[in-house]
């Protein structure tokens, strides 16, 4: 007898591990922060700060050049946590446009198809 199992994965986009450079600016401030991001999907952005004050829900302005696509949004904080680096934040788009989603969903699953 053959069982087929289904594995549910709890993130609705496929996510690209890349490490780039990204640019950030937070409500309170005028000043764009860089970053080096951890990975990309079309639902958010996860990058790393050597310091600064994250909490959840907390709006972000981000500005993304990506090899696909270059791009300016805002999303809201999901997550953060401390890590070795400083401090990981995960960044969920709000308002991204369907072009830009469309592209990174169309090159996330291209990367995971060659992997």
Do not use: N
């Not at 401390?82 to 699953?109: C, D, M, N, Q």
């Amino acid at each position: 007898m053959e069982y087929l199992i289904v594995m549910r994965h709890h993130r609705e986009h496929i996510r690209i591990q890349k490490s780039f450079q990204v640019r950030y600016r937070l409500p309170w401030s005028s000043r764009w922060e860089q970053a080096s991001t951890r990975d990309i999907s079309a639902g958010g952005i996860s990058f790393t700060v050597p310091r600064g004050f994250f909490f959840s829900g907390l709006p972000v302005e981000i500005e993304v050049d990506f090899p696909i696509a270059s791009f300016r949004t805002r999303g809201r904080v999901a997550r953060q946590r401390r890590s070795a680096a400083g401090r990981e934040v995960g960044v969920s788009f709000g308002g991204l446009k369907a072009e830009i989603r469309e592209s990174l969903s169309r090159y996330a699953y291209l990367c995971a198809r060659s992997a």
